[in-house]
């Protein structure tokens, strides 16, 4: 359901990519795409008092851009430029995590950016839906959070740990003979990524529309919430700023005053209410890019405003979409194109 790796070969290679990218932004070069693509496709970084995350300069989307501005397609760059231009979640892969943390993390440096990472591998992910699959076992998971951590270090990093895990332990989801080694893995994540110098953490708590607060708070502390820095709301789903904001104040005020992150990737028209209910989450029609990435928020509990999910990025083989974490362009541009009529989403 969340997985959103990109449709190349390895996010190992973006990250190596994104080192030689942030160079190329550091002297000033032309990025996304290579230098045959011309001025129109530069990326650059958001003004850093507002929004402190690094932008990409070789993601999906800047590479989009750069092809549209390559072929003359002039409208179709100026919606994509939309995305390529705001910092969005890198989601580490499976096999080469400490690679991938450095690479990221260090092109973010460079740019004088906080690299926001997002860490999606714990075993049973997805209960067997798009995006099934994690580490092999427990053992695994542990080796692969140490890779993390030692390609972080001491460079700053927001992590968004495990979307969607505390969650399917409370609707069923996660079969009960998990649960134990579940929580211990993910308190045990936390404990690690809060041992580094620069990392915030951000343990995933579901979103507005799936149940109510009394019923995940405790499975949060559990997991490790307490020593987080925070939890995240509505990562890859499409409920407004609005009601966002609401749940995570609730929740909060039922784990200690928490402070929390809102995923506004895609939120700005809201959730999508026709069709299957089951499949209102998957590619749904119509959506529209919410707020921009900021640490200014509506709320002093919401310490950013953040796009987790990367849009552009199909959620899996539903509507005509490419498997989970392929770029999918005419979804992209729809994203882009909506939020031109689409109001306030908070």
């Known amino acids: 359901m969340y997985d959103s790796r990109g449709d190349r070969a390895s996010a190992a290679a973006r990250a190596s990519a994104a080192v030689l990218g942030a160079a190329l932004l550091l002297a000033g070069c032309s990025s996304g795409g290579g230098d045959d693509a011309g001025p129109g496709a530069r990326i650059t970084q958001q003004p850093r008092s ?26 179709e760059a100026e919606q994509i430029r939309k995305i390529a231009e705001q910092p969005t979640g890198e989601w580490i892969g499976p096999e080469n995590p400490e690679q991938e943390a450095r690479g990221f993390t260090e092109a973010a440096e460079k740019s004088g950016r906080t690299a926001l990472l997002v860490l999606y591998d714990i075993p049973h992910r997805d209960c067997g839906q798009y995006s099934q699959g994690g580490a092999a076992d427990g053992d695994a998971y542990r080796a692969w959070i140490d890779g993390v951590a030692r390609g972080i270090g001491d460079r700053p990093a927001t992590v968004i740990l495990e979307p969607d895990a505390v969650l399917h332990l409370v609707d069923g989801c996660t079969p009960a003979e998990f649960h134990e080694e579940r929580y211990d893995l993910l308190k045990g994540a936390v404990a690690k990524l809060k041992s580094l110098k620069n990392t915030k953490v951000y343990l995933d708590a579901g ?58 990737s895609r939120n700005g028209n809201g959730p999508y209410t026709e069709g299957d209910p089951a499949q209102k989450w998957c590619n749904p029609p119509g959506r529209a890019l919410g707020e921009t990435p900021t640490t200014r928020t509506a709320d002093p509990l919401a310490d950013a ?42």
């Open 207 to 264: 979103n507005a529309g799936w149940g109510h607060p009394d019923q995940i708070f405790q499975p949060l502390r559990q997991a490790g919430v307490d020593q987080a820095d925070g939890f995240a709301v509505n990562v890859s789903n499409f409920y407004s700023t609005r009601d966002s904001l609401a749940y995570g104040r609730q929740l909060s005020a039922k784990v200690g005053g928490k402070h929390f992150v809102v995923d506004t």
């Open 50 to 75: 507002a929004d402190p995350f690094w932008v990409n300069p070789d993601g999906n989307a800047a590479r989009q851009l750069a092809a549209y501005v390559k072929a003359g397609k002039k409208a």
């Open 305 to 346: 405003y953040l796009w987790v999910k990367r849009p552009g990025e199909s959620d899996g083989t539903c509507k005509g979409g490419p498997k989970a974490g392929d770029w999918w362009a005419s979804y992209a541009l729809a994203l882009a194109e909506h939020s031109r009529s689409s109001g306030n989403s908070g």
